[in-house]
């Protein structure tokens, strides 16, 4: 069975660091694309960062040269380092399996399963 | 960056209704397109990929169709466990923007 569960959210005051984890089990992190998704208090759901199999990732405007995406693979586990924390930061923050198939000539993708999601919040 | 909206934000249903929920893309992106479900405290659960195709294990009252700019997710009768918000994702091009959501509540 499919499962991600995230880790490391909690209160840290602005310009701090937090590292998120995400174990997975059923299977294996590094074969598959993974992102990071995050939702503030009351609002919708943000795109955050991309890590794909290959090792490329990308990110958001809103945390570019703030943010790293990474795994370990012996671990099974995606991380998202946020450093220089804002308070527009504050959110839970949800890692997904992001599934990239393609067919017909053209690449689908899409967010298959997702964690249970981790509060961080930012503020003195 | 490709801007979604989604229209209504706000739907008021009742049960055994027909509902239909509208994404519309700032620019064409063939059918990059997907929908999730999200509960009150809970992660989004993926309904639909690739604008049409529906996940393993959805209801086969929920629908979506469209491509390039103009993409709908309907449901054909609603159950009492559908009231929920909805969100389109598009999945053309970085940053993967989601819609602003649409709230499904019971009249």
């Known amino acids: 069975e499919v499962q991600l569960v995230e880790t490391g959210g909690g209160l840290i005051q602005p310009g701090g660091s937090l590292r998120l984890s995400c174990a997975a089990s059923g299977f294996t992190v590094s074969s598959n694309y993974m992102s990071w998704v995050r939702q503030a208090p009351g609002k919708g759901l943000e795109w955050v960062s991309v890590i794909y199999s290959g090792g490329s990732t990308y990110y958001a405007d809103s945390v570019k040269g703030r943010f790293t995406i990474s795994r370990d693979n012996s671990k099974n586990t995606l991380y998202l380092q946020m450093n220089s924390l804002r308070a527009e930061d504050t959110a839970v923050y949800y890692c997904a399996r992001d599934i990239r198939y393609c067919s017909g000539g053209s690449c689908y993708e899409y967010f298959d399963y997702w964690g249970q999601g981790t509060l961080v919040t930012v503020s003195s | 960056d490709i801007q979604l909206t989604q229209s209504p934000s706000f739907l008021s249903a009742s049960v055994g209704d027909r509902v239909t929920i509208t994404c519309r893309a700032s620019?064409?992106?063939?059918?990059?397109l997907a929908w999730y479900q999200q509960k009150p405290g809970k992660a989004p659960k993926l309904l639909i990929y690739a604008a049409s195709t529906l996940q393993s294990g959805v209801p086969s009252r929920f629908s979506g169709s469209g491509s390039g700019t103009e993409f709908t997710l309907t449901i054909s009768s609603l159950q009492p466990e559908d009231f929920a918000t909805y969100y389109c994702q598009q999945l053309n091009s970085y940053p993967n923007t989601f819609g602003q959501g649409t709230r499904l509540e019971i009249k």
């Open positions: 620019q064409g992106i063939s059918s990059y």
